[in-house]
């Protein structure tokens, strides 16, 4: 059934349309957006009017010497909009302050065994009140608002990083972001983590973006997320792409989840069964080398598990590129990509054609920054972000 439009959803479903195409295509001119966007000249021009007022567009120098009319070029005011992006994870939380240009300006990240349900709003907002008296005048007044990233059941494997059942329990039934807006008393909209990581890997990626891509990060579990077509595959909870469950062989043959498997938690696991722990802190910090050679193995069999979730991945959805990232140092991240390439080469393939692999751009940061991005993309531009892509 057909339904109409209040006038003011058209106007705003306009503006993010203005705003995207210039995004898309920066420099364009009044006249180009009209013609891209099929709006009307006037409405266009008044449309654009209207942002610059808000200080979300630019306009550049004017360029003569062409045919017809002198065309002013328009871009986005890269100092537009800000938003604060927060991740809540297992074993650490950050808190960042990002630009509509796309750049992070300042970060804080805190690392804990668990995430005490106690103190962790109150420390997590104690770091946003932080980052809000670093900023000017001028973005504490473009500030959009606050985007968290958490997993999306903090509970199911806190014990597994030694919390004790009081903090499950409390945890198993929190709404993080309620909880978050409480203590900062401001609303705060929630993203998965993998989700907000693939948004943020997608959005780094050079135009004309992949139609199909797919984004697994090595941490504490593996988050992951898909979005196709320009738009991040959420599904109607928030929760869909969870590539981390794939069923997967293990070494043994046997199925099991890409979780068990590649995730720090494997990692774990694999350490304490040789008679050793995993260290405290950011693995970041940690001294990897003294991990060996327990690491090494574990890093193969990630890489041979994920390799399996690429094609499981590619077999469902027409996949362009899939992302390996983590939250290791680099070289480690390096390691565990070559052993993805290693085995995804060695797997039989029913279709000629072989998934791209690279390797992410933005490691541990990721959920943070994709949080804020999504926070304001919602706010300001199209639903599908390459919707007018040429």
């Given at each position: 059934?057909?339904?109409?439009?209040?006038?003011?959803?058209?106007?705003?479903?306009?503006?993010?349309?203005?705003?995207?195409?210039?995004?898309?295509?920066?420099?364009?001119?009044?006249?180009?957006?009209?013609?891209?966007?099929?709006?009307?000249?006037?409405?266009?021009?008044?449309?654009?009017?209207?942002?610059?007022?808000?200080?979300?567009?630019?306009?550049?120098?004017?360029?003569?010497?062409?045919?017809?009319?002198?065309?002013?070029?328009?871009?986005?005011?890269?100092?537009?909009?800000?938003?604060?992006?927060?991740?809540?994870?297992?074993?650490?939380?950050?808190?960042?302050?990002?630009?509509?240009?796309?750049?992070?300006?300042?970060?804080?990240?805190?690392?804990?065994?668990?995430?005490?349900?106690?103190?962790?709003?109150?420390?997590?907002a104690a770091e946003i009140a932080?980052?809000?008296?670093?900023?000017?005048?001028?973005?504490?007044?473009?500030?959009?608002?606050?985007?968290?990233?958490?997993?999306?059941?903090?509970?199911?494997?806190?014990?597994?990083?030694?919390?004790?059942?009081?903090?499950?329990?409390?945890?198993r039934t929190a709404d993080?972001?309620?909880?978050?807006?409480?203590?900062?008393?401001?609303?705060?909209?929630?993203?998965?983590?993998?989700?907000?990581?693939?948004?943020?890997?997608?959005?780094?990626?050079?135009?004309?973006?992949?139609?199909?891509?797919?984004?697994?990060?090595?941490?504490?579990?593996?988050?992951?997320?898909?979005?196709?077509?320009?738009?991040?595959?959420?599904?109607?909870?928030?929760?869909?792409?969870?590539?981390?469950?794939?069923?997967?062989?293990?070494?043994?043959?046997?199925?099991?989840?890409?979780?068990?498997?590649?995730?720090?938690?494997?990692?774990?696991?694999?350490?304490?069964?040789?008679?050793?722990?995993?260290?405290?802190?950011?693995?970041?910090?940690?001294?990897?080398?003294?991990?060996?050679?327990?690491?090494?193995?574990?890093?193969?069999?990630?890489?041979?598990?994920?390799?399996?979730?690429?094609?499981?991945?590619?077999?469902?959805?027409?996949?362009?590129?899939?992302?390996?990232?983590?939250?290791?140092?680099?070289?480690?991240?390096?390691?565990?990509?070559?052993?993805?390439?290693?085995?995804?080469?060695?797997?039989?393939?029913?279709?000629?054609?072989?998934?791209?692999?690279?390797?992410?751009?933005?490691?541990?940061?990721?959920?943070?920054?994709?949080?804020?991005?999504?926070?304001?993309?919602?706010?300001?531009?199209?639903?599908?972000?390459?919707?007018?892509?040429?």
């Amino acid at each position: 059934m057909a339904r109409g439009f209040a006038q003011s959803g058209v106007r705003i479903a306009n503006e993010r349309t203005i705003m995207t195409l210039i995004a898309l295509n920066p420099g364009a001119s009044n006249a180009d957006l009209a013609r891209l966007s099929g709006l009307g000249p006037q409405t266009t021009s008044r449309i654009v009017v209207d942002l610059e007022t808000r200080a979300l567009v630019l306009r550049g120098e004017v360029l003569r010497g062409r045919r017809g009319q002198p065309a002013t070029p328009l871009f986005l005011n890269p100092d537009g909009a800000f938003a604060i992006g927060v991740e809540i994870g297992w074993r650490h939380f950050e808190v960042l302050l990002f630009r509509m240009a796309g750049q992070t300006l300042a970060s804080i990240r805190r690392s804990y065994a668990w995430p005490d349900f106690h103190t962790i709003f109150v420390d997590v907002a104690a770091e946003i009140a932080t980052i809000r008296a670093g900023m000017t005048e001028q973005q504490a007044g473009r500030l959009t608002g606050i985007g968290l990233a958490t997993p999306s059941n903090i509970a199911r494997h806190l014990g597994r990083v030694g919390a004790p059942a009081e903090q499950v329990e409390l945890w198993r039934t929190a709404d993080p972001a309620a909880e978050l807006a409480q203590a900062i008393d401001q609303p705060v909209e929630w993203f998965n983590d993998g989700n907000a990581g693939c948004w943020a890997e997608f959005l780094s990626r050079p135009e004309p973006r992949p139609s199909g891509l797919a984004y697994f990060q090595v941490g504490t579990m593996v988050g992951a997320g898909v979005a196709i077509d320009g738009q991040l595959w959420q599904g109607r909870t928030g929760n869909a792409a969870n590539l981390g469950a794939i069923l997967v062989p293990d070494i043994k043959g046997q199925p099991n989840y890409v979780h068990t498997i590649a995730s720090i938690l494997a990692l774990q696991q694999r350490l304490e069964a040789a008679g050793t722990r995993l260290p405290p802190g950011d693995p970041m910090n940690w001294d990897w080398a003294s991990l060996e050679p327990v690491a090494g193995a574990w890093l193969d069999d990630a890489g041979r598990a994920l390799a399996g979730a690429v094609l499981n991945t590619r077999a469902v959805m027409e996949l362009d590129l899939a992302i390996i990232d983590g939250v290791m140092p680099r070289p480690v991240v390096r390691r565990l990509f070559e052993r993805v390439q290693h085995h995804l080469a060695a797997m039989p393939h029913f279709r000629t054609d072989r998934p791209a692999v690279v390797m992410g751009h933005l490691g541990g940061g990721a959920a943070a920054a994709g949080a804020a991005q999504l926070l304001l993309f919602h706010r300001f531009f199209s639903r599908a972000w390459n919707i007018f892509a040429t």
